[in-house]
Structures are given as structure tokens and as C-alpha cells.
């Protein structure tokens, strides 16, 4: 309530008019480009309203930038994991790659070793390729994938480039079985390569052999090399056979318990080398009539 006489104050204060503000401002800035623009007058305002406001904007930038960040730290993650998984996959097709190459490798220096054998060989030979092992698990026997049709016969000698392997037992049309050396019911005349020694190794039917019919006190020693002695007419005489790991001499018997590993890589092979069968002896030559016999009696 008004007093009599008296008006109320004003709610505002009123200074200058609008227009003259405006036109005071625009006088101002105008002032100020000159000046800035002739002499750099407020060239340190500008760095300090921008030192000031700096933090201002970093932290108006900071959920951007976040993002951003965020954004590609999955993308470089995802990218990763798909180059992760396509390095994973090439190193599993290099090693099967290099698994198959190393196995070629083994297996082009094993026929060639088994080329430089046929060369040595005296007689024909021809390479073939162990295909499986027989089902019967108390035998040692491979099926190889030659048969009669190349002229494999039964009795031929199965060798890879270090000894002997086996004989052939049966041969098919297309196919023929190998009894290995190790078998339980094969035997192999040899001799002592040391000495000349003769004997007969004998298959235990677990991959090991054994020189039978030798006495306690043979000239036998642990190292000895075993080959071929030829005799039967079937085994090319100086193949190697086998080496002598174990003697026992045990006096209470009359023959010494020999224990032998095969030289060859009897069940380590995938390619054997099958030798022809050996040419007979010429027959001996007949004697000559009038040669004196026992008794002093001339033949007629």
C-alpha cells in the first residue's frame, strides 16, 4: 500500500537506452578489431580465455572421445580375433602340409636307399608296398601289393635297405603275404659275420630273435652281426639279419639262451625290396670212369 504522496520504486532500474547500448557495443567491438587486428592487443586475452576454458572442453569432449576409444578397442578386438582365427587355420593347413612333406621326405630317402639295394643285388628285384598287417594277432605277417600277375612266387626274400624283412609266404594274383623274420614259426639259417659260425635264428613272435642250437661255450659275444648263410638255397648268403643283445650261459643246459634284435626295420616300413629267387648250383660234374675207389676197385 502506497503512502500518500509518495510513488513506488521502480521494479527495474533502467540505464541508457537500448539503442544506446547497441550502439555503444558496436563501437566497442569495432575499437577492439582495430586494435587486435593493427596491434595483437589482445592476443593474451585469447591464450588466456583458452588456457581458462581448456579444461572446459576437454571435459565436454571426454564422452566422445570415450566412445570413440571404446569403439575402436572392439573393432581392433574383433578384427584380432578373426585374424587370430585365420592364422590358427593356415598354421593347421602349413603343419599338415609340412607332417605330409616330411613323411615324402622319409619316404623318397627310403626307396632310394632301396634302389641302391636292388643295385647291389645279384639278382632281379622289384619294390613293392606293404598295404596292411595280417588280422591274426599271434602271427608277424604284412600283405604287399604284389602278386603272382608281377611275378612274386612263394620263397622269396622281403629286405629293405639294412637286412632282411621276410620270406613270402603265399602269393596271390594280386597280392602276396610276408612272413617277417620275427615270427614265431620262421628261421633263418646265418652265421656269425665275426667268425663264420654257423646256426639258426629263430622268431619270438614279440619283435625280438633267437640263435638256437649254439653251445655255452660257442665263440659268440654280445655285438656280433648275424647274416645270411645261404645254405637253404633260398636267402641270398651276407644279408644282414640280425645283432646279438643278450647272452646267457647257464651251464646246467646244453645249449645257450641268445637273445637278438632284428638289423632291418621290420615293422618301421612302408616299402619293401623283393628279391628273385637265387639260380641253382650247377649239378656237380660226373667222375670220370677208372677212377680207383675204396678197395683200390676201378669204377668200369
Not at 133 to 150: H, L, M, N, Y
Not at 243 to 261: L, N, P
Amino acid at each position: 500500500m502506497s503512502v500518500v504522496g509518495q510513488e513506488p520504486p521502480p521494479f527495474f532500474k533502467r540505464g541508457p537506452a537500448p539503442l544506446a547500448r547497441l550502439a555503444f557495443f558496436l563501437a566497442l567491438s569495432a575499437l577492439l578489431l582495430v586494435l587486435d587486428l593493427r596491434y595483437h592487443t589482445l592476443e593474451w586475452t585469447r591464450q588466456a580465455v583458452a588456457i581458462a576454458v581448456y579444461p572446459l572442453q576437454r571435459l565436454a569432449y571426454a564422452p566422445a572421445e570415450a566412445s570413440g576409444s571404446v569403439a575402436g578397442y572392439l573393432t581392433t578386438l574383433v578384427a584380432a580375433e578373426k585374424e587370430n582365427a585365420a592364422l590358427r587355420r593356415r598354421q593347421l593347413d602349413d603343419s599338415r602340409l609340412l607332417l605330409r612333406q616330411n613323411a615324402l621326405e622319409q619316404e623318397n630317402r627310403h626307396l632310394r636307399a632301396l634302389l641302391e639295394m636292388k643295385q647291389r643285388q645279384t639278382v632281379p628285384s622289384q619294390v613293392a608296398e606293404i598295404i596292411y598287417s595280417a588280422s591274426d594277432p599271434f602271427s608277424r605277417r604284412v600283405i604287399i601289393d604284389k602278386g603272382t600277375q608281377a611275378g612274386i612266387v612263394a620263397g622269396q626274400v622281403a629286405v629293405d635297405d639294412r637286412g632282411v624283412i621276410g620270406q613270402v609266404t603265399r602269393a596271390f594274383p594280386m597280392l602276396s603275404e610276408v612272413t617277417l623274420i620275427t615270427d614265431k614259426d620262421q628261421a633263418v639259417p646265418v652265421q656269425i659275420l665275426r667268425n663264420g659260425l654257423r646256426s639258426v635264428i629263430f622268431g619270438n613272435g614279440d619283435g625280438s630273435l633267437e640263435l638256437r642250437f649254439l653251445s655255452s661255450s660257442a665263440n659268440i659275444q654280445v655285438g656280433d652281426e648275424l647274416v645270411t648263410s645261404g645254405l637253404d638255397g633260398i636267402y641270398l648268403p651276407g644279408l644282414p639279419v640280425a645283432k646279438v643283445v643278450h647272452i646267457d650261459r647257464d651251464t646246467t643246459y646244453a645249449f645257450a639262451h641268445i637273445r637278438c634284435e632284428p638289423i632291418a626295420g621290420v615293422e618301421s616300413h612302408d616299402q619293401v625290396l623283393v628279391l628273385g629267387r637265387p639260380k641253382a648250383l650247377p649239378p656237380a660234374p660226373p667222375e670220370p670212369e677208372g677212377k680207383p675207389v675204396k678197395g683200390g676197385r676201378m669204377r668200369k
